[in-house]
Structures are given as structure tokens and as C-alpha cells.
């Protein structure tokens, strides 16, 4: 990744910090930890091979019990990217957690851009978040989603 790309990324998140409320700057891994919503995070990082930034959000934690089932379900939904909002379900195999993810390119991104693209990006993981524990709700049988990360307000069916 250029140092220009870089410093984009890290006035992107000068622009979204700029509330006076938090400070938010790339790590020496290129990394930036953003909280919202009740407990949840998003981690920003700054591509090192290419001009792009990729957003991950943690879902919640895979359940040894009923693996294959979720897996079938994100991935169809992966399929069908109205629900992922183009967003991209993954595994993280070392934390074993459902997380949800996109790479944008930052080159010709305005800071603008950028707050409304992680906006709706957060605003993404909560639905889904939601929509599978409403998924969870109609099956109780099929235990295929652990609790949240970290914690979820209580959604009514």
C-alpha cells in the first residue's frame, strides 16, 4: 500500500473521529478498532498490497453443534447480496466467529464517502446480527448461533 493510500485512510478516520469524542487512528498493524452499538466493534484496516480498506464486524461466535447448517445459510445469503448489502459473510477461523466484511477502494473516496460506506456498513451488521437471531427464534430447535458479540439488545419476534 502507497503511504499516500495510507494517509487516506487515516484522514477518513480523522473526518469520522472529528466529534471531539474519540480519536481514531490506524495501529502499526494499519489497524483501527471502532466501537458502536451496544458493545460491538468494527475493525478499519488500512490495506498493505493494495489501495483499498476492509471493514470487519463481528458477529457472534460459531457453535461447534450445528456448524453446517449456519454455514449453508450464510452462504446462501452471501449469495444473495440485497441481505449482505453486497457485504460479505466470513468465518474467522482463529477467533472462530461469524464476521461480516467488505474492501472498498480509497483512492478516489472523498471522507464523506467514507463515513456514509462505514455507517452503512455498521448498520448492516446489525440487521444481519438480527436477522439470524430472529432465524434462531423460529427454530429453536436448531441451535445454530451462539449468543451475540458481545451483547444484544433483546429483539422481539
Known amino acids: 500500500?502507497?503511504?499516500?493510500?495510507r494517509e487516506r485512510v487515516q484522514s477518513f478516520l480523522a473526518y469520522v473521529g472529528g466529534d471531539g469524542n474519540s480519536a481514531l487512528e490506524l495501529d502499526e498493524n494499519h489497524c483501527c478498532?471502532?466501537?458502536?452499538?451496544?458493545?460491538?466493534?468494527c475493525v478499519?484496516?488500512?490495506?498493505t498490497s493494495a489501495d483499498e480498506v476492509f471493514l470487519q464486524a463481528p458477529l457472534f461466535p460459531l457453535l461447534a453443534d450445528d456448524e453446517r447448517r449456519l454455514l449453508a445459510r450464510l452462504m446462501s445469503w452471501n449469495l444473495d447480496g440485497e441481505?449482505?448489502?453486497?457485504?460479505?459473510?466470513?468465518?474467522?477461523?482463529?477467533?472462530?466467529?461469524?464476521?461480516?466484511?467488505?474492501r472498498h477502494p480509497v483512492l478516489k473516496m472523498e471522507p464523506e464517502e467514507f463515513s456514509s460506506l462505514l455507517a452503512n456498513f455498521l448498520s448492516t451488521a446489525d440487521q444481519v446480527r438480527e436477522r439470524l437471531i430472529l432465524a434462531q427464534q423460529s427454530d429453536p430447535d436448531a441451535v445454530i448461533l451462539a449468543d451475540p458479540l458481545p451483547s444484544t439488545p433483546d429483539v422481539q419476534v
Open 33 to 41: 478498532v471502532v466501537e458502536y452499538g451496544v458493545g460491538f466493534e
Open 83 to 102: 441481505i449482505t448489502s453486497g457485504c460479505t459473510l466470513a468465518l474467522d477461523e482463529d477467533a472462530n466467529t461469524v464476521v461480516l466484511c467488505g
Open 44 to 47: 478499519i484496516t488500512a490495506s
Open 1 to 5: 500500500m502507497s503511504t499516500n493510500s
